[in-house]
């Protein structure tokens, strides 16, 4: 399981920024420019896909939760670089009333099989098991969530 | 960009496959339920007992679509079928590992060998 922490310290550099219409099927344009963003910096291919897969959730969930697929209130996504760090932050203005990181139930298949749990829920746990730090963050309205992955992480790929 | 799910069924004795292109997500929703009906319902001469599921020409699977699957598998079950994939990806295999997918859907590389294990 992915360990929760803060952001590497330090003076992060800023690698790409941009945003998007709160509109299902979005996220496939913020993991298609974060891929193109951090290509070349040190991410083996399984990580790669790992970072990719939890840039495209964690959009889902602002577009759908913090901004309520209303397409005039944008998904912010900044991505940085402070050292091995590779860190991108997927901001909406879902404020506190959304934390996808409270309360939910932790997804159990078998539960979700003979119809104790829904069969959704899944977004958040994948999200923790594909990068190697996950903060979430409020200020207000806004509600960011900080995925970091390092580009030394080879023997993460062997375990997940 | 984008690609919307589409579903071809065929069938085998006693088994169905159910191959898949395009994205597995919310929009798959339909068409998943739609060929898994297919699959179950289109051998009249030998009751279906293994349905596979080839994501061979998938190229994307969300957190909506895994609960897709997890509706699919969980409604197999309650009929007594049998359900493996194939054709998954490195990255997506590690999702099935993960969400515990594959602990209840057998993994194959490809359809050529999730169909040969058919006849075992």
Known sequence: ?160 | MTSMCEATTRHLPGAAVIELSGEVDGSAAAVLTGAYQNAVDGDSTRPIETVVLDFGAVDYINSTGIALIVSVLARARAERRKVVACGLSAHYREIFDITRLSDFIELFPDLDQAVSQLAH
């Open chain 1, 1 to 160: 399981m992915t360990q929760v922490a803060r952001p590497a310290p330090g003076k992060p550099r800023r690698l790409d920024t941009f945003t998007l219409a709160s509109e299902p099927g979005n996220e496939r344009l913020a993991l298609a420019r974060v891929a193109g963003t951090v290509k070349g910096l040190g991410l083996s291919e399984a990580r790669l896909e790992r970072l990719k897969t939890a840039v495209a959730e964690a959009t889902m969930n602002a577009i759908e939760h913090g901004n309520g697929n209303r397409a005039e209130i944008p998904v912010e996504v900044e991505v940085t670089q402070d050292g091995d760090a590779i860190t991108v932050a997927i901001s909406d203005q879902g404020g506190e009333a959304y934390d996808a990181s409270a309360g939910s139930e932790e997804p159990d298949l078998l539960k979700k099989l003979d119809g104790g749990q829904t069969p959704r829920g899944w977004g958040l746990f994948l999200i923790r098991n594909m990068v190697d730090a996950m903060q979430v963050t409020t200020d207000g309205q806004r509600h960011t969530i900080w995925l970091t992955m390092r580009t030394g992480g080879a023997a993460h790929d062997e375990h997940v």
